[in-house]
């Protein structure tokens, strides 16, 4: 069983930079490729981007390439999601959630979930 950490989200400026860490522990973390969703209120919950076992694969909705980050460090049992120039539209609850195949986008896909970390842009 993997349980998952998210932390690193506050409010903060349009056009800050903001990185999201997630922990993981309790199983083994090269296994699983790591996703990071978003959850504004009132909509569903959103793929941001996903990165594969080995890091060497990565994937970003188009809304935030370009902008975000997504990286890991299997030494550290921790996936990061490196957010710059962000916009209001940003705000949203963040996920990390692992999945034993890399390229999937949808929640049902993934396995193991975190509890989410509040991100909240200020215009």
């Known amino acids: 069983q993997v349980q998952l950490v998210e932390s690193g989200g506050r409010l903060v400026q349009a056009g800050d930079s903001l990185r999201l860490s997630c922990a993981a522990s309790g199983g083994t973390f090269t296994s699983y490729a790591m996703g990071w969703f978003r959850q504004a209120p009132g909509k569903e919950r959103e793929f941001v981007a996903v990165i594969s076992q080995s890091g060497g694969l990565i994937y970003y909705v188009g809304s935030v390439k370009g902008r975000f980050t997504i990286s890991r460090d299997n030494a550290k049992n921790t996936v990061y999601l490196q957010m710059n120039s962000l916009k209001p539209d940003d705000t949203a609850v963040y996920y990390c959630?692992?999945?034993?195949?890399?390229?999937?986008?949808?929640?049902?896909?993934?396995?193991?979930w975190g509890q989410g970390t509040q991100v909240t842009v200020s215009s």
């Open positions: 959630a692992g999945t034993l195949r890399y390229g999937r986008s949808r929640p049902g896909e993934y396995d193991y």
